[in-house]
């Protein structure tokens, strides 16, 4: 069917505006780094406490040693209630003479045990919220980054479409040449961002990153609790008995984040104190915070054992 010149031109017009239009859509939908309020409002650090935590001197390890408590408690117990503080508590509670001096060694004893549970349990909210945190803006990522491939698919149809439509009713060789070499560019970029989509990241900033105390078995920031950093660096607390809860945890990273091999920039951006994070990233990042608080919790299994050997006494 032949069609007058003027169709032909009206149709050149608007398919050079559609490329166009959906050459902007491309690079609006690739920008390297995302921007919006909920973006911003969940990178923000909210989850670190307002406060460090003080060093009393009650937190530092005791080096008293009792075989009274010794013989009454298991191995593992004994090495629990050392890291803690609480072995001279029980060898007074042991040696003493009359109820009322039980009675107050058993309440220090119980106070102890109640400022580290609580100690945990902060830890464990910082972990929980920042697992949280992560993983909502993962979610919003992924409904963002979905939405724009959806564009991308729909820019792609649209100028398949009107190749296609171009070639049945122009039957100039010159303006369908011109026409088809532009469509084909057109494609081949909406087809290369659908395979490979660049940027789609979010910068995160971090004033406090307990992944990073891990990462380097260093707590000198004291953002860990003296005693249950201790308790996390103690090798017989892990099943294996052959390293520490903190060792275990930095294997499982390395071999399930990062396939045995780290480096330094991914090392800096998720161990330091910024860099730019990709939707894949924060998920990880999300179950490293959820898989440290998981090593947190067990230490509270293991003080319930020594708890109720306490109380047995």
């Known amino acids: 069917m032949l069609i007058s010149s003027q169709t032909q031109t009206f149709f050149k017009l608007w398919f050079r505006q559609s490329i166009v239009a959906c050459t902007i859509l491309c690079f609006c939908s690739c920008s390297s780094v995302l921007q919006s309020s909920k ?8 989850c670190a406490p307002s406060l460090n935590y003080r060093i009393d001197s009650i937190e530092q390890k005791s080096t008293f040693k009792s075989e009274s408590v010794a013989k009454r408690l298991d191995k593992h117990d004994y090495t629990l209630a050392a890291h803690v503080g609480l072995v001279e508590l029980l060898d007074q509670y042991l040696k003493s003479q009359s109820a009322e001096d039980k009675l107050i060694a058993r309440q220090k004893i119980t106070e102890k045990i109640l400022l580290f549970n609580t100690e945990v349990e902060a830890v464990v909210a910082e972990l ?12 919003f990522l992924d409904a963002r980054n979905s939405k724009i491939n959806t564009r991308l698919n729909v820019a792609s149809i649209v100028t398949g479409a009107a190749l296609t439509i171009s070639t049945a009713i122009i039957k100039n060789n010159s303006v369908n040449k011109t026409i088809n070499i ?3 560019v057109v494609g081949a970029g909406l087809g290369f961002m659908l395979l490979n989509p660049k ?7 971090t004033r406090r ?3 990073d105390n891990v990462w380097r078995e260093s707590n000198s920031d004291h953002a860990f609790p003296t005693s ?3 308790v996390l ?5 892990s099943n294996e008995g052959k390293q520490s809860l903190i060792q275990t945890l930095k294997k499982r990273w390395l071999t399930f984040v990062f396939d045995d091999k780290l480096n330094q920039e991914d090392e800096q951006r998720f161990f330091g104190i910024n860099g730019y994070f ?3 990233d924060i998920h990880n990042l999300a179950d490293m915070h959820n898989q440290l608080q998981a090593s947190v919790r067990t230490v509270q299994q293991d003080m319930r054992s020594l708890t109720s050997a306490i109380n047995r006494l």
Do not use: P
Request: net charge positive; with cysteine; proline share 0%.
């Open 128 to 139: 929980d919220c920042n697992g949280e945190r992560y993983d909502q803006l993962a979610r």
């Open 199 to 205: 940027g789609k990241k979010v910068k995160l900033q």
């Open 233 to 237: 660096n103690e090798k017989s607390f």
């Open 278 to 280: 990709s939707e894949e």
């Open 209 to 211: 990153s307990l992944l």
């Open 228 to 230: 249950l950093w201790r």
């Open 182 to 184: 532009s469509g084909g």
């Open 39 to 46: 973006i911003n409002a969940l990178r923000n650090d909210y």
